[in-house]
């Protein structure tokens, strides 16, 4: 006899939660920052341009333009990796494409016109490759990898002046404290704290490693926000820019890749597969809210309690706040399994939660393959409880793929729609593979030999040229 047991696991009770209010499928792909400038909201895409939304209703951002700068022979479009804004005007980066960046003029969003891109003749760059910036009044800095920080006076912003460069070790992203000193994210070489543009041997600066990879940077009220990649956010007070004070770490479970400020003391932050909230409660860094996106959330954006993620394919918007209703959230929006021989089975564990105040309710769930069924699927969770069910994958002959739809009472997400992937003619998890050997395009130089691994753990990041 086989006996089906149903977890009942409470979970941390959270006052305040994230709601979805809105998702987009936007012109661009690959969004990979946001700026938010009184009600523009300005969002570049690795792929396909620019977009300018409309926020005056914060909850329903709507789309005021797509801006494509053609590249190359005018098939692609040129790159957005961050963005920073005044009033009318918006400084892209792009990496190593046609000089690095665009200046784009958006005091007509509905027509926004490119005015060329940043100078770098005088800092000797030959293939700038340009990542995060930040603008304080009338200057401008932007870090640019190896080749350190490039400042700028921006008092005409459509002709920036070149004003000097900071060398450092791989400059990933940088920020004001105030118009005298700054603060460079230096990748994996931790932070650094200086004086603008300081002649003395006496300036105020240092330096620190962090635990992580810097990845993003805010600076509120003398404290410094870090974001660290796998390591999680960090906090430091830098009221004394010679002997910053490491407050508190959280490790997030992901890549914390952005973060973005409200409420004075509150963080979002983008951590890949969900979005979470943050409170420094003056002592410690504390949970206090999140939602599974299971979108690959690349940005982050907060305007007062509403919060905008930027992914791979999607633009969402939550609200932080009470949750009086039911609201569902799941760990995982794609399921895959491992090579299998016919016949033989594997069980994943799909977490459902209830995080509102209310009873959740669920309704009998689809698949739309025979090879996948569900066990232990509840009729409904209480209010800030979750429940275990067993998604098993049995293989036959077929190539399985398929979705799970999971339905509820849930007002803001009354269905959800979940990947499901089994084994398939090609290449799949646990299939041996061939050796081979590519040149190493960054982190490292020289050829990667497979064969030379053996054994190893190694990550691999693939990208089509441009």
Known sequence: MKKII????????????????????????????????????????????????????????????????????????????????NDSIAYFTCRSKQDGSAIVDFSDS??????????????????????????????????????????????????????????????????????????????EHGIILEQFNCQSDTCDSSSFLTEGTVKDIIIK???????????????????????????DRYNTPGLSNKIALFDSNKIAVSDWLDVKILEWTGDSLKL?????????????????????????????????????????????????YPLLEIGQNDTFDLIIENNGNSLLELSNPFINHEDFQII????????????????????SNQNASGILQIFSNDNDEPELNITLIGNYEGGIVGLPAPNFTLPIAGNGSGDFILSDYLGQIIVLAFFAPG
């Open 6 to 85: 149903l977890f009942l696991i409470p979970i941390l009770v959270y006052t305040k939660t994230l709601s979805l209010k809105h998702r987009i499928n936007p012109p661009n792909r690959e969004l990979m920052d946001i700026e938010l400038i009184n009600d523009i909201m300005i969002i570049p895409g690795n792929l396909d341009g620019y977009d300018f939304y409309d926020i005056s209703d914060p909850t329903n951002p709507t789309i005021i333009s797509n801006f494509e700068i053609p590249i190359g022979n005018g098939n692609r479009s040129l790159p957005g990796i961050w963005v920073s804004a």
């Open 376 to 395: 232990n699927f509840p009729q409904n969770i209480e209010s800030n409880y979750d429940i275990i069910t067993k998604i098993i994958y049995t293989k």
């Open 288 to 336: 206090i809210g999140y939602k599974n996106t299971g979108k690959r959330t690349m940005a982050i954006a907060a305007k007062d309690s509403i919060i905008y993620s930027a992914e791979w394919q999607h633009l969402q918007t939550f609200s932080y706040g009470n949750i009086q209703d039911a609201d569902i959230d799941i760990n995982s929006w794609d399921i895959s």
């Open 221 to 247: 009220d003398s404290l410094l926000y870090i974001a660290e990649g796998s390591h999680g956010i960090s906090i430091y007070n830098i009221s004394n820019l010679n002997q910053p004070i490491f407050l």
């Open 110 to 187: 509905n027509n926004p016109n490119y005015i060329g891109s940043l100078p770098f003749s005088e800092a000797n760059i030959e293939n700038p490759s340009f990542e995060g910036l930040d603008i304080f009044e009338n200057l401008l800095a932007v870090a640019a990898h190896e080749d350190g920080v490039l400042f700028y006076d921006i008092s005409n912003p459509l002709e920036p002046n070149f004003i000097f460069q900071r060398p450092c070790q791989n400059a990933w992203t940088v920020a004001f404290i105030d118009s005298n000193n700054y603060v460079i994210g230096n990748s």
